[in-house]
């Protein structure tokens, strides 16, 4: 079993930054792809970003494209999302991901249906 603790939520307010940190323990399988995902109340849970196990290409939703940066220390196993310029619609429990996924297009990354690992969510909130 793999188990994944998110850490770095917090408040902060509009324009500011976080980086939030997915630390992966357990049972450990080579180059997985890691993914972040994010849900508001009410709302479904919706793909932010996400880095091929294989390549390290990464990937992301447009709301957060220039904005948000993923990336990995495999010596740590930890993924990290660090969250810039960051807007009161950012607001919302962030959870890391992890499974096999070969490398593909987008689509193969940002269903949470596609990953088997999950943390428990850490809460962002952004202030206006």
């Known amino acids: 079993q793999v188990h994944l603790v998110e850490s770095g939520g917090g408040l902060v307010q509009a324009g500011g930054s976080l980086r939030l940190s997915c630390a992966a323990s357990g049972r450990t399988f080579s180059s997985p792809a890691m993914g972040w995902f994010r849900q508001a109340p009410g709302k479904e849970r919706e793909f932010v970003a996400a880095?091929?196990?294989?390549?390290?290409?990464?990937y992301y939703a447009d709301s957060v494209r220039g904005r948000f940066t993923i990336s990995r220390d495999n010596a740590k196993n930890t993924a990290y999302l660090q969250m810039n310029s960051l807007k009161p619609e950012d607001t919302a429990v962030y959870y890391c991901?992890?499974?096999?996924?070969?490398?593909?297009?987008?689509?193969?990354?940002?269903?949470?249906?596609?990953?088997?690992?999950w943390g428990q969510g850490t809460q962002v909130t952004v202030s206006s």
């Open positions: 880095l091929s196990g294989s390549t390290g290409r990464t």
């Open positions: 991901a992890a499974d096999v996924i070969p490398y593909g297009p987008i689509s193969w990354y940002d269903r949470p249906s596609n990953y088997d690992y």
